[in-house]
């Protein structure tokens, strides 16, 4: 993938992750597709087309990435149920940009369900596990690390442990609580409401900043506070604190990046919510 988003010291691109496809209904929740579908439509299976795709952000002395797709691990059932196409090709675009595993310095996690956390751990020869990036520092939060290792029985089905085989006892793994600095122009924090242990990036460079919400915005016709998946394991707690990141950033002039759409890879909000700028 070939979009990127310049803020003068930091430079923001996205990869490929891999596509799949979902259920409208469960990605809108509680809206009525008669509204919803106009916005982002479904095929005749009720399913929307979905990106994973990694954020490669790029600063003075920083190899970062937010996320890391769907990775190589999953089973040919699990790529027909959840009609995987393209497949992940992160480390090929990464190597296509002169960047080999070995460079990225930071993964964060927004979340660790399997199409953000699937490319943590890769499958090399004969079906071996290894980390993707070997020397880099993953950002996770603390609650989102213990919901991992101990999920409930609505988070097993998307918290899959080769996900994180050998990132325990890699020295690797960075847990964090709330607000932390991950280096220059680059802050997480969390914001629960889709998993316990959501975190946002917060991205500020010399010439502008971006906010990349994770599953709290996943599509831009999420736009309104109130549009939220099923997926969402704590709406309440999601709404009010979406009402409250949508309008602080929206003042800031910020840009809102995206992981999942489709359409567009990044869009500016205006006084009402409305697109008033997108990257596509």
Known sequence: MTA???????????????????????MFGAVPKVLWNRKYPADADNCIRLRNAPLLVRTRETTLLIDT????????KQRH???VHPPWNLVEELAGLGIRRSDVDVVILT???????GGVVTHVSQGRPELTFPRARHIVQEREWEDVLAPNIR?????WPDNFTGLAGSGLLELVDGDAEICE???????GGHTRGHQLVEINGSEGCAVHLGDLFPTHAHANPLWIMAYDNFPLELIEEKKRL???????????????DIHMWACRLDEANGISATLS
Request: charge should be positive; proline fraction near 0%.
């Open 4 to 26: 990127s988003l310049h803020l003068g010291s930091i430079t923001i691109s996205w990869l490929g992750g891999g596509e799949f496809a979902l259920d409208g209904g469960t």
């Open 69 to 76: 797709g769907l990775g190589n691990k999953l089973t040919e």
């Open 81 to 83: 149920i959840f009609r």
């Open 111 to 117: 979340h660790c369900d399997f199409d953000h956390a």
């Open 155 to 159: 988070s097993a089905h998307s918290y």
């Open 185 to 191: 122009g680059i802050r997480v924090r969390r914001t």
């Open 246 to 260: 949508l309008a602080h950033y929206r003042q800031r002039n910020c840009w809102f990046t995206f992981y999942h």
